[in-house]
C-alpha cells in the first residue's frame, strides 16, 4: 500500500468524527477522537476493499483536476 495515500486515509477518518459529526442522516456521531491504531486499521480496509472491487489509488499530479 502506498504509504502516503494510507496517511491521507488515516487522517480523514480520524478527523471525520470531530469534524463531519453529522451524518447527514438525521443522526448525530459521538465526537470521540478515534486512535492512531483504529484509524489506520480502517484506513487500510478501506484500502483492501478499493483494490478488491477493482479500483485503484493514483496521485493526480496536475494541481487544477478534479476542481
Given at each position: 500500500?502506498?504509504?502516503?495515500?494510507?496517511?491521507?486515509?488515516?487522517?480523514?477518518?480520524k478527523?471525520?468524527?470531530?469534524d463531519?459529526p453529522?451524518?447527514?442522516?438525521?443522526?448525530?456521531?459521538?465526537q470521540?477522537?478515534?486512535s492512531?491504531?483504529?484509524?489506520?486499521?480502517?484506513?487500510?480496509?478501506?484500502?483492501?476493499?478499493?483494490?478488491?472491487?477493482?479500483?485503484?489509488?493514483?496521485?493526480?499530479?496536475?494541481?487544477?483536476?478534479?476542481s
Amino acid at each position: 500500500m502506498p504509504e502516503d495515500v494510507l496517511i491521507v486515509i488515516t487522517s480523514a477518518i480520524k478527523t471525520a468524527f470531530i469534524d463531519h459529526p453529522s451524518s447527514g442522516h438525521g443522526t448525530t456521531w459521538d465526537q470521540v477522537v478515534k486512535s492512531d491504531e483504529e484509524s489506520t486499521h480502517l484506513a487500510k480496509a478501506a484500502m483492501v476493499a478499493l483494490r478488491k472491487a477493482g479500483y485503484s489509488i493514483s496521485k493526480v499530479e496536475d494541481e487544477n483536476a478534479g476542481s
